[in-house]
T-cell receptor, first 113, second 110 residues
Framework: GAGVSQTPSNKVTEKGKYVELRCDPI?????LYWYRQSLGQGPEFLIY????????DSGLPNDRFFAVRPEGSVSTLKIQRTERGDSAVYLC???????????FGPGTRLLVL | TQLLEQSPQFLSIQEGENLTVYCNSS?????LQWYRQEPGEGPVLLVT?????EVKKLKRLTFQFGDARKDSSLHITAAQPGDTGLYLC??????????FGKGNQVVVIP
């Protein structure tokens, strides 16, 4: 399909490990967003890219979290020294422009043991 | 901090009944969106409301934006089992960043 895809769909890791989560946006979409959805909560904004640059990273909880989008398409969310509290569904969304509708991927379910 | 409060958090009704869920905030948003999310999937946009007092209809779903642009409601007429899902409201607080509520979990029993 032509929707937003995220890999892996599920990731189980141990406390202290490093993880990378990948997002493939809809082709041609210039804006890309990462959100985190904890159990029983709505999605929480993490970071927003316009093209290759992070236009707003104010939602990243701390410096263990980092995201890149080197070619303005695929993005990777990186989490260092994972903690049990990082367990959540990480959602990616893309939009054609800054004010356009966001289309969400199915998410990556991260479980930190 | 949850900028948007949704109520009720959980609602179970019989097929054919009507229901209304609410989304309230102390903040004013430039626009407010309603999404539906099913298990294992990302949220899917249903509607965007922009103007205070605006009413939008999507088949059996009616969305209303409060006059002060701080609150919204979703009314479902003659609910069907296919309406079961988590309904999320989200406010745009700049640069298309969305602040979501916790959601209204709706279950329609056949």
């Amino acid at each position: 399909g032509a929707g937003v895809s995220q890999t892996p769909s599920n990731k189980v890791t141990e406390k202290g490990k490093y993880v990378e989560l990948r997002c493939d946006p809809i082709s041609g979409h210039t804006a890309l967003y990462w959100y985190r959805q904890s159990l029983g909560q709505g999605p929480e904004f993490l970071i927003y890219f316009q093209g290759t640059g992070a236009a707003d990273d104010s939602g990243l909880p701390n410096d263990r979290f980092f995201a890149v989008r080197p070619e303005g398409s695929v993005s990777t969310l990186k989490i260092q020294r994972t903690e049990r509290g990082d367990s959540a569904v990480y959602l990616c969304a893309s939009s054609q422009g800054q004010t356009e509708t966001q289309y969400f991927g199915p998410g990556t379910r991260l479980l930190v043991l | 901090t949850q900028l948007l409060e949704q109520s009720p958090q959980f609602l179970s009704i019989q097929e054919g009944e009507n229901l209304t869920v609410y989304c309230n905030s102390s903040s004013v948003f430039s626009s407010l969106q309603w999404y539906r999310q099913e298990p294992g999937e990302g949220p899917v946009l249903l509607v965007t409301v922009v103007t205070g007092g605006e009413v939008k209809k999507l088949k059996r779903l009616t969305f209303q934006f409060g006059d002060a642009r701080k609150d919204s409601s979703l009314h479902i007429t003659a609910a069907q089992p296919g309406d079961t899902g988590l309904y999320l409201c989200a406010g745009d607080y700049g640069n298309n960043r969305l602040a979501f509520g916790k959601g209204n979990q709706v279950v329609v029993i056949p």
